[in-house]
């Protein structure tokens, strides 16, 4: 991916959702030629001259320092996780300290050893671009046999947008997009020169209207928690909390549980789940 264009459509477009009127500035004349603040507006917002900021916007980020940055993310209102994102892109001779990656991840015998375990939890792990690594018998019974997919195609963005089965299963699809796409992008922040990463992205470009749409906006954000509302085609609608939780020695695998409230409708359909074979409930996953 070319680093330089991925930080001037990022920076462009965090500036576009914001008008002058949004940051305190007053709006002059009715017509204006962009959507958004203009360059000269943010630059003054973020304390920097019109000329350096231009450059910036332009690609040219090798040499800025994190002060600016912090300013410029100030000034465009960034979350956390889109100032992790710009600084990712444009810094990218600091982040190529941490390499590129090669190959598809393994995952340590232990960790699927401690999914095993988690009895009556539907569990698995995600990697880099998005991949499902391991996984439990109640992940397989809860969002399909994962087991039965090639190693390539077991992978989140793939099957969100091009599983047969995913706007069955996910109610709220077009959420569950946006999150799926803006992880991804934070994902190509990180390692922009992963060939699989770009050949997965250019795949879902190619294949998928929705993911060329959603990959334009250059959204970004991590889902730690929440709620998910699935669709099983055995045991009909479940609302469940989730919990993404990022391993301490590796940054790019996250463990995903999924747990119901006690005593709810939900639990009982995740109790009946987990009575039941995999291969009785197993369905293509989404």
């Known amino acids: 991916m070319d680093q330089r264009a991925e930080l001037t459509e990022f920076l462009r477009s965090r500036r576009a959702r914001l008008k002058p009127a949004d940051v305190g500035l007053p709006e002059f004349g009715r017509h204006r030629r962009v959507p958004g603040l203009r360059r000269e507006e943010l630059a003054q917002l973020a304390g920097v001259s019109v000329a350096?900021?231009?450059r910036l916007e332009q690609g040219n980020g090798q040499n800025v320092s994190l002060e600016v940055l912090d300013a410029i993310a100030r000034a465009l209102r960034l979350s956390d996780t889109e100032r992790d994102h710009l600084t990712h892109l444009?810094?990218?001779?600091?982040?190529?300290?941490?390499g590129s990656p090669t190959g598809r991840q393994k995952l340590r015998p232990g960790l699927q050893y401690l999914v095993d375990a988690m009895d009556g939890v539907p569990a698995f792990f995600l990697g880099r671009r998005m991949d499902i690594l391991g996984w439990n018998r109640m992940a397989r019974a809860l969002l399909g046999d994962f087991a039965a997919m090639a190693p390539e195609e077991r992978?989140?963005?793939?099957?969100?947008?091009?599983?047969?089965?995913?706007?069955?299963?996910?109610?709220?699809?077009?959420?569950?997009?946006?999150?799926?796409?803006?992880?991804?992008?934070?994902?190509?922040?990180?390692?922009?020169?992963?060939?699989?990463?770009?050949?997965?992205?250019?795949?879902?470009?190619?294949?998928?209207?929705?993911?060329?749409?959603?990959?334009?906006a250059h959204t970004v954000a991590e889902k730690g928690h929440g709620i998910k509302r699935l669709n099983h085609p055995l045991v009909g609608e479940l609302t469940l909390s989730y919990e993404t939780l990022r391993l301490p020695d590796d940054h790019d695998l996250s463990l995903v549980t999924y747990q119901a409230e006690p005593g709810s409708?939900?639990?009982?359909?995740?109790?009946?789940?987990?009575?039941?074979?995999?291969?009785?409930?197993?369905?293509?996953?989404?």
């Open 155 to 216: 992978n989140m963005a793939r099957l969100v947008f091009l599983g047969s089965h995913a706007r069955d299963l996910y109610p709220d699809w077009d959420a569950k997009a946006t999150e799926v796409v803006s992880v991804l992008r934070l994902c190509a922040g990180c390692y922009p020169d992963d060939p699989q990463l770009s050949a997965l992205v250019g795949e879902l470009s190619v294949k998928s209207e929705e993911f060329r749409t959603l990959w334009a």
């Open 265 to 286: 409708p939900s639990a009982d359909a995740l109790r009946l789940l987990a009575n039941w074979g995999v291969d009785e409930v197993a369905t293509e996953p989404a």
């Open 90 to 98: 444009a810094k990218p001779k600091q982040k190529k300290k941490r």
């Open 52 to 54: 350096y900021y231009t």
